[in-house]
């Protein structure tokens, strides 16, 4: 599996690691250049490496078989491209059926280091987490290697994945380094999962209506030669149309179908009052202007009011759904059948 850290913390999880199996699940595509040396750099507590040729043009599922001796290596491949999503579920599908009980997801081109999965793992051995992620903008001072303009668009991006998947408490939400208790692995619906880049986002989301949880990484960022096939700036509009789907289908599933607590009042109340109040001020204000005359005091602080009392409602059910984070491990409740 993985290489340890040399520290007694970092012994102790190699003792948990090896009575849990774990594989490592690598999408390949236009990758032929790093895969081999990121199979090589994973430690000896994994147990399966899967490598996932998603229709490469450059053959990096053929390299990998022809170049690379690694016993634990097994080259899946697409006949046809389905984005970085469906090689991943791809991979977690066979590990699930392998027996694996924790899957890694690390990226094929050399930007994440392959020594840093005990940290990935930990938390799920420990029960803290179901589902750990990579956080590149944790030490500040590391966030200076990023391009500006990956900087920027993955800022705007994570404040807007906060709303959508319900995780206030986690940031860089686009990172790929990833890994999930198979139990939680397999119950997740992988047929409604985007599969393209929207795929780490969508993931978080469908985590979220399950109530697993989920803890970040603190990892730096490497950019060495690598291309990356994201442009921020081409998929920023699309990603938007989909955190506001997300986060109109959280809502609805966590406050109204499946539970219905004060926030679910706080927010429909809240929402109407700041309707209201604001159409009924510019219908009012407007109708004043065009006949030269006065808005009341009745004609102002009706509105007013209304807007201030949706703006409060409003951030009381904000501030619920921050503290409402699932707390209690998934993959623990199912395994004891709770």
């Not at 774990?22 to 490598?51: F, K, Q």
């Not at 890694?104 to 750990?132: C, E, S």
């Not at 009341?296 to 201030?308: C, K, Q």
Request: aromatic letters at 8%.
């Amino acid at each position: 599996m993985m290489t340890m850290s040399p520290d007694i913390a970092g012994a102790s999880r190699q003792q948990q690691a090896r009575a849990a199996s774990i594989a490592v699940v690598i999408p390949a595509y236009r990758v032929t250049a790093h895969i081999l040396d990121v199979i090589a750099r994973i430690g000896p507590e994994c147990d399966r490496i899967y490598v996932v040729d998603d229709a490469c043009p450059d053959g990096s599922g053929g390299k990998v078989e022809s170049e690379c001796k690694d016993p634990r290596v097994t080259v899946v491949r697409h006949a046809a491209n389905r984005g970085v999503g469906g090689a991943v579920m791809t991979g977690y599908t066979h590990a699930v059926r392998d027996g694996a009980d924790i899957i890694v997801k690390i990226d094929g081109d050399g930007q994440m280091d392959p020594r840093l999965l005990p940290r990935f793992v930990a938390p799920i051995l420990r029960g803290d987490a179901d589902y750990t992620k990579g956080n590149r903008f944790f030490d500040l001072r590391q966030i200076r290697q990023m391009p500006m303009m990956r900087r920027i668009g993955n800022l705007g991006l994570s404040f807007m994945a906060k709303a959508s998947t319900g995780y206030w408490d986690v940031f860089d939400p686009n990172n790929g380094y990833t890994a999930i208790h198979a139990d939680v692995a397999e119950i997740l619906p992988f047929d409604s999962l985007s599969e393209r880049y929207f795929f780490e986002t969508d993931m978080l989301f469908r985590l979220n209506t399950v109530r697993a949880v989920v803890v970040d990484i603190p990892m730096d960022a490497h950019y060495g030669d690598e291309v990356s096939n994201l442009r921020v700036s081409k998929v920023f509009t699309e990603f938007l149309v989909k955190h506001m789907r997300n986060l109109g289908k959280r809502l609805l599933y966590n406050y109204y179908l499946r539970d219905l607590s004060i926030a679910s009042l706080e927010l429909v109340s809240g929402l109407c009052l700041l309707l209201s109040g604001g159409l009924f001020g510019a219908i009012a204000w407007t109708h004043a202007i065009n006949a030269g005359q006065t808005a009341s005091v009745g004609t102002v602080m009706i509105p007013t009011l209304a807007i201030m009392l949706g703006f409060q409602l409003t951030l009381a059910f904000l501030a619920y759904d921050i503290a409402n984070i699932p707390r209690y491990p998934l993959h623990q409740r199912l395994r004891s059948g709770a």
